[in-house]
DNA sequence: CATATTAATCGTAATATTGCAATAGATTAA
DNA sequence: TTAATCTATTGCAATATTACGATTAATATG
């Protein structure tokens, strides 16, 4: 069906699953990477920095900036992009909660 | 096309990718969660607890294994799953570097 | 205004994902 | 061996994602 039962899961769960699949596609792992490097960006450098047709990078943005982790302000012709540091943050204490559950326990099987 | 242009990033890059990807359905974040909490599972429980079909469990099951993060044990007719905990270190630190990218420098625009 | 520049949107093709019924496989118990 | 139990696999339908050419929208510049 290609559609996710997401009635059957708590909000957070939902929330895990929206922000890791954003992540789950290397240009918009590589337009963030390049967004904390540079420190401020606009669309035109990302189209030559990673190497997809405009359309396609302007695609991701706008996931990214949906999310909230990135935002945009247009200057003249062009668009500045950049890491929404506020929503980042937040991002990263429901993702980081998720990823250091308590792993300290024995299994009790395998 | 639906296909990712996996050959234009970096391994690092694909790899962040192909990890969030796997976390980016709320199922799969329920079952490694149920995991966590019970730290011992067997398949026909998963079912009970999430409320999907048998068959879609076994998959989402098949790919988180495939990705390393759980491990399966035959225990007489049902099949023990559990966190692969090395694993889930790895996973963990590969994850944090990118979450964790320098947020302290002031943007230069936005 | 006319033109250039840049980003967003539309439309479409190709591929991937999700979910489940039906079935097959494996193991235990009688 | 047969039946019961549990999990994996297959096959398929519905939807989502990815990518890009063509176009549009918005703003600057001459």
Redesign the pocket.
Known sequence: ?????TEMFTDQQNEIALFA?VF??P??VSILQHLFKINSC????L?NEIG????????????L?LLGLIK?S??????C?CIHKENWIAMKSVMSQFLNQDITQENKCC
Chains 1, 2 share one sequence.
């Open positions: 069906m290609g559609l996710a039962k699949k789950g596609h240009a918009r606009v669309c035109g450098d189209v997809l047709a405009q359309p396609t990078i302007s695609q991701h943005l706008k996931e900036k945009g247009v200057e003249g012709t062009s668009v992009y």
